[in-house]
């Protein structure tokens, strides 16, 4: 079944390398210069629009941490739901480097990555001018070029929960993007205090896409 055209915009809002060295620049005690890689992956899955995501921190572009999968689906089409689930690797190392070398991703295949049940967002789409942007939206600080735009919010009150060699991790996730804007609210949470301990604790972290990638055969 052929995607939804608000599923294949999101997908080409979120496709691509992104920076926050403005952000960075600004505010460089609360902010990590950091690069962000959202790759296209063909044929993992049936259904939806998959993205390979890592991050690395521009001092240290040689490491990359943070490897996940992004699937975009329509769960509902009357009316239009749209769900991010995301995917752990079993071996993140594997496909360490994956967002600035893609081959290493013809690799990969679905029994290496193991589906979150609890890591699922659901996707708001918005039709706003720079009037009508309300004042919780993370787009209401000084953006007036905006037309769509779409927002992934945990469904439920539970965080992401994984476990990882033997550790149990915790992350609030959350996203906003626009064409050639990503915002990450993502937060590490601490599973014993349920205090944030890493990530958009300030705020989020605002992302300038600095590069496309294309979506290919989907």
């Known amino acids: 079944m052929p995607h939804t055209p608000e599923l294949l915009t999101l997908a080409h809002c979120l496709t691509g390398e992104f920076s926050n060295q403005e952000q960075a ?17 063909v044929g993992l899955f049936a259904q939806g629009i998959t993205l390979f995501a890592e991050q690395a921190n521009i001092l240290k572009l040689d490491q990359p941490y943070r490897q996940r999968l992004l699937q975009l689906q329509e769960v509902s089409l009357n009316p239009l739901k749209i769900q991010v689930q995301y995917y752990k690797f079993l071996d993140p190392g594997e496909f360490r480097g994956a967002g600035a070398n893609p081959s290493l991703l013809q690799k990969l295949t679905p029994e290496k990555v193991e589906l979150l049940p609890g890591c699922v967002l659901g996707v708001s789409i918005s039709q706003l001018d720079s009037q009508s942007i ?3 939206s993370p787009h209401s600080d000084g953006d007036t070029d905006l037309d769509t735009y779409f927002e992934a919010l945990p469904i439920g009150d539970r965080p992401c929960s994984f476990s990882y060699d033997d550790k149990n991790y915790q992350v609030q996730l959350g996203f906003a993007t626009s064409v050639g804007k990503f915002l990450s609210y993502d937060k ?26 294309a979506l290919e055969n989907l």
């Not at 620049?25 to 992956?41: D, F, G």
């Not at 590490?188 to 990638?213: N, S």
Request: glycine fraction near 8%; charge should be positive; proline fraction near 9%.
């Open 134 to 136: 309300p004042r919780s």
């Open 25 to 41: 620049l600004a505010e460089p005690t609360w902010y990590v210069h950091l690069r962000l890689w959202h790759r296209p992956v």
């Open 188 to 213: 590490g949470i601490d599973p014993a205090t349920g205090k944030a301990i890493w990530g958009a604790m300030l705020g989020a972290y605002r992302f300038q896409k600095t590069q496309e990638f």
